[in-house]
């Protein structure tokens, strides 16, 4: 089929190389000049496990390729997915500038039928407006507005992609709802549901999704702090709990809080979209709470063990909101390292790829090429990104290089007991 992705960040270069993978016809659009031309060459901007050898492959093959001409991307496809970014906006609601700016444009290029497809992350009532718009500009043309939400999870995007929990479509168009069986049947061949249901519902369902896992996480954080009050761990409560095979194991690791540019996000949004409505978001509003606090849970372990902290050296492991990423976006770890900075202490930190992005944001603090330069006479660690090679380092060399052996863990990677048979002083998450 022919396919044409508005917008080449995260979401859209990632469903644009897997949908040319699956043998379509893709054309990716983007008002950035630079970012056409380097992804021309196969350059790509993001850091993502498997990504550069897809598209590679795909460019060879002539079955994706780049452009900033908005006809010749719009007129020569069937299905047009919108994958701009919606940031957060002043008041905490979606800004959806970019989609409507997308919705506007496209309706000057509808010379055949098109289905237009939101997959960014958008508040109920969007693809309405998007239909709206189109309208307005052009009262004749045929076209339906579908909404496909995505769950992807960065780091294992194309995992997610070829190999989805679901799929969902929200569409009122018998049309629409073809097209996209067709264009999805690759991916659901393997038993796994494509969902059809109202367009509103399906806006919901990705709000949803990103709420409820976000409701976990802070739920064991705050539980974290129970386990350590009364000497009980929480990764054994989070397996035992998780064993119940209506509760499910995934998404209860206690840690330093949710980051990236999703749950924070999005949790937000949906709390704004229920308030708006003059409905109440008491749960929304405290997983936010919680994770806000949780970012400020590890300080007091490191005052705990070293009183002050002013120019004490303190090693940094993790910047990246999460591992098998280079987004720090809104990444606990920078929250945590304000913090050591407000306390005057000094910050090495070091991330296997994520270091040159929090260079643009972290100012006055060291960072390190090698996750040993960090440590050289440091009187703390701290581990604020569970990449895996922090898993399982050179404890001799780490002690040597030390001044104190002190390891604060927000991540929970080490066994307690081990770690502190080795010599350290070791203080985990809720354990
Ligand atoms: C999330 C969702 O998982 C995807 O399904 C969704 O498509 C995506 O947002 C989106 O809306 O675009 P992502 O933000 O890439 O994906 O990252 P996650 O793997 O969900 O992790 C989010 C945060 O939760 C990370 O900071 C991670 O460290 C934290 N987390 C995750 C925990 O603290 N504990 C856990 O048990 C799991």
Redesign the pocket.
Known sequence: MKITIVGTG??GLVSGVCFADMGNDVVCLDVDENKISSLKKGIIPIYEPGLKELLDKNINTQRIRFTTDKKDAYESSEIVFVCVGTPQGSNGDADLSYVFSVAEEVSHFLNTYKVIVNKS?VPVGTAEKVKRIILENNPSANFDVVSN?????????IK?FQNPDRVVIGSDSEKAKKMLKQLYEPVVRTGKPLMFTDIKSSELI?YA??AM??T??SF??ELSHLCEAIGADIKEVAKGVGLDSRIGT??????????????PK?VRALSHTLEKLNLNSDILRAVDYVNERQKKSILPKLRKTLNSLDKKKIAVWGLS??PR?D?VRE??ALSVIEQLKNEYAEVSAFDPVANDNAKKILKGIKFSDNMYDSLKEADALVIL??WDEFRNPDFEKIKKLMKQHIIIDG?NIYDKKHIEELGFIYKSVGR
């Open positions: 995260y979401v992350t939400p995505e769950f992807l999870k960065e780091g294992a995007a997610d990705k999704s990103n896992l976000a976990r996480i064991m954080n995934r998404f209860l690791q206690a840690g330093i809080g949710y980051g990236g540019s999703c749950f999005d909101f999460k990423t987004d990444a606990p990104t569970e991540r």
